[in-house]
Nanobody, 115 residues
Framework: QVHLVESGGGLVQPGGSLRLSCSAS????????MNWYRQATEKQRELVAN???????NYADSVKGRFTISRDNVWNRVFLQMNSLKPEDTGAYYC?????????WGRGNQVTDDS
């Protein structure tokens, strides 16, 4: 069974940094694209970044140049380094994978503007 667990959220002031982590189990991790989504209050969930098994990364325009996604295929983890955070980055951040036609989500990790 696929299992995703996020960690690393919290309060952060504008301009600050946070690093999110997601541990995956139940899959041959290195074969799959991993995604980070976020959802702000009363807004739709949006794709923030993703990374292929080979390490090719893609970013939403709103986070380009500020966020970096990476992965560790030995320890089955994906990371999201978030720098120069803005109030509009506030939200719940979710790790996601599509595996055998089904979507799997972590429980989410909150990132909150502390200004």
């Amino acid at each position: 069974q696929v299992h995703l667990v996020e960690s690393g959220g919290g309060l952060v002031q504008p301009g600050g940094s946070l690093r999110l982590s997601c541990s995956a189990s139940g899959i041959n991790f290195r074969l799959y694209t991993m995604n980070w989504y976020r959802q702000a209050t009363e807004k739709q969930r949006e794709l923030v970044a993703n990374i292929t098994g080979g390490g090719t990364a893609n970013y939403a325009d709103s986070v380009k140049g500020r966020f970096t996604i990476s992965r560790d295929n030995v320890w089955n983890r994906v990371f999201l380094q978030m720098n120069s955070l803005k109030p509009e980055d506030t939200g719940a951040y979710y790790c996601h994978i599509r595996f055998r036609g089904s979507a799997f989500w972590g429980r989410g990790n909150q990132v909150t503007d502390d200004s």
